[in-house]
């Protein structure tokens, strides 16, 4: 089993920043791949971004959110960031943390955090 700890969600102002962080622990061996989802009301789970876990130099980003959001991982490898700024109120939902895995024996699968709300109003 992989546990996920969320944290850094909450409200914010048009134009206020948050700081996401998400730490995996548990069976992580065989994690290659760390990211954020997030779902609005009425709306289908989106990707927001993903970085590889290994190097941290393979990035890739919605379109909605480049420029504005950056994802990071601690050296520890097992921890991203996402770095939110510029959030405007489209931007509000349950952002959810991602890993996805690859061993020889099972395959590749995911898993899921538990999701963190982040609300952009005034």
């Known amino acids: 089993q992989v546990h996920f700890v969320e944290s850094g969600g909450g409200l914010v102002q048009p134009g206020g920043s948050l700081r996401l962080s998400c730490t995996a622990s548990?069976?992580?061996?065989?994690?290659?791949?760390m990211g954020w989802y997030r779902q609005a009301p009425g709306m289908q789970r989106e990707l927001v971004a993903g970085i590889d876990t290994d190097t941290g130099s393979k990035t890739n980003y919605a379109d909605s959110v480049k420029g504005r959001f950056t994802i990071s991982r601690a050296s520890a490898k097992n921890t991203v960031y996402l770095q939110m700024n510029s959030l405007k109120p489209e931007d509000t939902a349950v952002y959810y943390c991602?890993?996805?895995?690859?061993?020889?024996?099972?395959?590749?699968?995911?898993?899921w955090g538990q999701g963190t709300q982040v609300t952009v109003s005034s």
């Open positions: 991602h890993a996805e895995f690859y061993e020889r024996a099972r395959g590749q699968y995911a898993y």
């Open positions: 548990g069976s992580i061996f065989g994690i290659y791949t």
